[in-house]
């Protein structure tokens, strides 16, 4: 209430307060509350931000995690989708915060049962995340084992037949 007094109802700061609380929210598994919240910071973002502005995208993540809590997994890729394509055409092919909508697709396609695809965002997140962080970083790791384990259950679901190439492990398998 102090920040509407202040900067008024439509201001992005508003806006970015009322995404946290909705971020606290889906923290504590309250995906309707979050998703309420979240949707009216968008609302104010878009009257007050360019649609290509970062904290656009990162709303469109943000509800993308919602709807991916709620099992909603085509409404949730197509929010990251929004969030990745804003991103990449701002900041490039190759920015953290791409990688990151990225990995968040590959979570959702994972779950839809996309797995070719799914391996291959993984890929492309841990080779983004490896420059950025080091081949030993706990993201580098993530995004290799999501790698690995789409390209396993890939192999399975092909009888072992491994028409991939991949060997039947992915190549950012992550051992021992």
Do not use: P, W
């Not at 490896?130 to 009888?159: F, I, N, P």
Request: proline share 0%; net charge negative.
């Amino acid at each position: 209430r102090i920040y509407k007094d202040v900067y008024g109802a439509d201001h992005e700061h508003v806006a970015g307060l009322i995404g946290n609380i909705g971020s606290v929210y889906f923290s504590h598994d309250k995906y309707d509350e979050a998703l309420e919240l979240l949707e009216q910071a968008l609302q104010i973002q878009l009257k007050t931000l360019d649609e290509d502005d970062e904290d656009v995208a990162e709303s469109h993540d943000r509800i993308g995690l919602v709807f991916r809590g709620q099992g909603r997994l085509d409404a949730a890729l197509e929010k990251h989708e929004k969030a990745f394509d804003s991103r990449r055409n701002k900041l490039g092919e190759n920015h953290i915060v791409v990688a990151l909508s990225r990995y968040h697709m590959a979570l959702v396609h994972e779950q839809k049962g996309n797995l070719a695809e799914a391996k291959s965002l993984f890929l492309r997140c841990s080779e983004v995340y490896e420059r950025v962080y080091g081949s030993q970083h706990s993201k580098t790791l993530e995004a290799k084992d999501g790698a690995a384990v789409a390209s396993l259950l890939v192999h399975r679901d092909r009888g072992g037949d491994d028409t991939d190439g991949s060997g039947g492990i992915g190549a950012g398998a992550v051992t021992g």
